[in-house]
């Protein structure tokens, strides 16, 4: 087991790791997320597992006929942020495969199908939108509003899709499939430090609601070197009060706020900017401190356009609602895994989107570093084969009885 679990990790461990950096740079529909989706494909054919690709990009590996009905599903996915680390996405495929493997070392008799996925795009690094494969196929993303997103080069999200060889005249929403789902189960590695030092494995309770808004703060260009200060539109310093406010105003209500991406036009050192673009991310325990939040932040950003002679344009990219994950669901689990904590999560998961359509519930395995999206997120071997077994329990007591 520790050798399967062991041996699939050093796979993929090199698999568009930037040599400079040590994080991943695994993008939707670039070259290391074919090469991901290669090793997928091929851990389920070694398996004699069905392979399928779903219409919107998702890859699956079925035990069992993926259209009897009842399925319980796992799996996670394969992409990374820009510069992240191994283990958000990954483990909870590699433990997939793992989990099945221990399971049939057991002697498992399954009464349901099961199938292993691997969600493309989850963290929405290339196109701006998280969960693209899930979003899709649960009809909350159209495929309208797919077609018109593009990358940081002008690629449309089609032409992308087309170029690495998939249909993207195929992607919708796939209710057919999420009706044969009986239940989903991701597990993930945990993404601060909120489980003990004794404690391994955790089930998740609920997904903090999240969005992403685009901030446009549009200026004029001018000579750094001649232009008076009275006379200057600077864009610049409406978005760096606005990172400031955002951050002071999310301390306040108990709330998250970050700007983490930007972008600069013309982006030169001696000209003054005449656009800048900062995308925020922020999260909240509940939706109204969320809503309010953000009405707070682009208020004070407009406030401060004002005096800077800049016009501030807001875009919602994408928006998440509270997620409470299913409690019959939550307490079977915690109950298999004998009085595991039970934990909410300010990150977004596949399994949130799937949590509208189908029962689902998340596995956390301990992240010792509390560091994620980052090269340093880390969990150890022992904790992962913790999961390992933890995921096994968890589909032993689903897929292996009748209901
Ligand atoms: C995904 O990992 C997110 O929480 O943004
Ligand atoms: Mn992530
Ligand atoms: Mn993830």
Same mark, same amino acid.
């Given at each position: 087991?520790?050798?399967?679990?062991?041996?699939?990790?050093?796979?993929?461990?090199?698999v568009?790791?930037?040599?400079?950096?040590?994080?991943?740079?695994?993008?939707?529909?670039?070259?290391?997320?074919?090469?991901?989706?290669?090793?997928?494909?091929?851990?389920?054919?070694?398996?004699?597992?069905?392979?399928?690709?779903?219409?919107?990009?998702?890859q699956?590996?079925?035990?069992?006929?993926?259209?009897?009905?009842?399925?319980?599903?796992?799996?996670?996915?394969?992409?990374?942020?820009?510069?992240?680390?191994?283990?958000?996405?990954?483990?909870?495929?590699?433990?997939?495969?793992a989990?099945?493997?221990?399971?049939?070392?057991?002697?498992?008799?399954?009464?349901?199908?099961?199938?292993?996925?691997?969600?493309?795009?989850?963290?929405?690094?290339?196109?701006?939108?998280? @969960?693209?494969?899930?979003?899709l196929?649960?009809?909350?993303?159209?495929?309208?509003?797919?077609?018109?997103?593009?990358?940081?080069?002008?690629?449309?999200?089609?032409?992308?899709?087309?170029?690495?060889?998939?249909?993207?005249?195929?992607?919708?929403?796939?209710?057919?499939?999420?009706?044969?789902?009986?239940?989903?189960?991701?597990?993930?590695?945990?993404?601060?430090?909120?489980?003990?030092?004794?404690?391994?494995?955790?089930?998740?309770?609920?997904?903090?609601?999240?969005?992403?808004?685009?901030?446009?703060?549009?200026?004029?260009?001018n000579?750094?070197?001649?232009?008076?200060?009275?006379?200057?539109?600077?864009?610049?310093?409406?978005?760096?009060?606005?990172?400031?406010?955002?951050?002071?105003?999310?301390?306040?209500?108990?709330?998250?706020?970050?700007?983490?991406?930007?972008?600069?036009e013309?982006?030169?050192?001696?000209?003054?900017?005449?656009?800048?673009?900062?995308?925020?991310?922020?999260?909240?325990?509940?939706?109204?401190?969320?809503?309010?939040?953000?009405?707070?932040?682009?208020?004070?950003?407009?406030?401060?356009?004002?005096?800077?002679g800049?016009?501030?344009?807001?875009?919602?990219?994408?928006?998440?609602?509270?997620?409470?994950?299913?409690?019959?669901?939550?307490?079977?689990?915690?109950?298999?895994?004998?009085?595991?904590?039970?934990?909410?999560?300010?990150?977004?998961?596949?399994?949130?989107?799937?949590?509208?359509?189908?029962?689902?519930?998340?596995?956390?395995?301990?992240?010792?570093?509390?560091?994620?999206?980052?090269?340093?997120?880390?969990?150890?071997?022992?904790?992962?084969?913790?999961?390992?077994?933890?995921?096994?329990?968890?589909?032993?007591d689903?897929? @292996?009885?009748?209901?």
């Amino acid at each position: 087991m520790t050798d399967t679990f062991e041996g699939m990790w050093a796979e993929l461990l090199p698999v568009g790791r930037s040599a400079s950096s040590g994080g991943y740079r695994r993008f939707a529909w670039n070259s290391a997320d074919a090469e991901c989706r290669a090793w997928f494909e091929e851990q389920a054919r070694a398996r004699g597992l069905t392979y399928e690709l779903d219409r919107n990009g998702n890859q699956w590996a079925w035990l069992g006929d993926p259209q009897a009905g009842g399925a319980v599903v796992t799996g996670s996915h394969l992409d990374s942020v820009p510069d992240g680390g191994a283990f958000d996405g990954p483990l909870g495929v590699v433990s997939s495969f793992a989990a099945l493997d221990e399971l049939r070392a057991r002697g498992a008799e399954f009464a349901k199908p099961l199938a292993i996925v691997n969600f493309g795009d989850e963290e929405g690094a290339r196109f701006g939108v998280a @969960c693209i494969g899930s979003r899709l196929t649960a009809g909350v993303l159209s495929p309208e509003q797919a077609y018109e997103l593009r990358d940081a080069d002008g690629v449309r999200l089609p032409d992308a899709m087309e170029r690495a060889g998939y249909d993207p005249t195929a992607i919708g929403a796939d209710t057919d499939r999420l009706g044969r789902i009986g239940a989903f189960v991701e597990l993930h590695v945990e993404q601060g430090r909120y489980l003990a030092e004794d404690r391994p494995v955790g089930v998740a309770s609920a997904i903090w609601p999240h969005g992403r808004w685009r901030f446009d703060f549009h200026g004029e260009a001018n000579h750094a070197g001649t232009t008076r200060i009275e006379d200057r539109r600077d864009p610049m310093l409406t978005f760096a009060n606005t990172v400031l406010s955002a951050r002071k105003k999310a301390g306040l209500a108990g709330a998250l706020a970050t700007f983490g991406k930007v972008a600069v036009e013309p982006n030169g050192t001696n000209a003054i900017a005449s656009l800048v673009r900062g995308w925020l991310d922020s999260r909240a325990a509940d939706e109204a401190t969320l809503t309010a939040l953000v009405a707070e932040i682009e208020r004070a950003a407009s406030e401060r356009g004002e005096r800077d002679g800049v016009r501030v344009e807001l875009t919602r990219e994408s928006y998440t609602p509270v997620v409470d994950f299913d409690g019959p669901l939550r307490d079977r689990l915690a109950k298999v895994l004998g009085g595991v904590p039970v934990l909410p999560t300010g990150a977004g998961h596949d399994a949130g989107i799937l949590a509208s359509a189908v029962p689902t519930a998340m596995l956390f395995v301990r992240n010792p570093s509390g560091v994620s999206h980052s090269p340093a997120e880390h969990a150890e071997v022992a904790d992962c084969l913790a999961g390992v077994t933890a995921l096994a329990d968890v589909l032993e007591d689903l897929a @292996c009885q009748p209901s």
